[in-house]
């Protein structure tokens, strides 16, 4: 289970991003300052906007850091878990969303970025960054599709979304979450009280 830990979640920005990329730095460094995500101690952030399909500006945080990635041309805010989460699978899944979606949430409010940022929650890219514990392999898939299909169905209500692994084996152990809706951030932020 240990490698189930090192959780990523990737929820993409609505097309077209109305905000320059540069005005994240000062909303991150606002986030610093009143240390504004609950349960991490948020630490510096670093612009990696000059790299091609790279992290983009990222915040890093003692406990995970958060991005705004640029993977694939699809720019979107990527949570990455670095320290382990207290609880089983299922909890650890939700509490990754739980944290992705406050910051989706946060960034949609920013007064730094005054509403120009929405996300959608359409299509998310779930991913595990350990590929000795977490193989990208159907075997691995087949194994967590239940807890996933359980947390998720609390998260986005139950027969609304698919599950599609990404099959590249040179990639890390990366799901698809595709939903028949997209949902506000802060409508399913709801579903955690």
């Known amino acids: 289970m240990a490698g189930w830990q090192k959780l990523g979640l990737k929820i993409f920005l609505e097309e077209p991003l109305r905000a320059d990329t540069q005005e994240f730095i000062p909303a991150f460094h606002s986030w610093i300052q009143s240390q504004a995500v609950d349960g991490h101690l948020l630490i510096d952030v670093h612009d990696y906007s000059h790299v091609h399909r790279g992290p983009g500006i990222l915040l890093v945080a003692h406990e995970g850091n958060f991005s705004l990635d640029q993977a694939d041309d699809r720019p979107g805010l990527l949570y990455h878990r670095k320290q382990n989460l207290d609880g089983n699978r299922e909890e650890c899944i939700r509490e990754v969303f739980r944290h992705t979606l406050l910051a989706c949430s946060r960034l949609e409010s920013d007064p730094v970025l005054g509403g120009r940022v929405r996300f959608h929650t359409r299509e998310m890219l779930l991913l595990a960054n350990d590929r000795l514990h977490t193989p990208n392999s159907r075997e691995t898939f087949e194994r967590l599709r239940p807890e996933l299909t359980q947390a998720l169905s609390r998260i986005l209500g139950r027969g609304v979304f698919s599950l599609d692994r ?22 399913l932020l709801r579903r955690f009280n």
Do not use: C, I
Request: cysteine-free; proline content about 9%.
């Open 166 to 187: 990404v099959e590249d084996p040179r990639e890390l152990f990366s799901v698809w979450v595709r939903a028949r809706r997209s949902f506000r951030p802060g409508y």
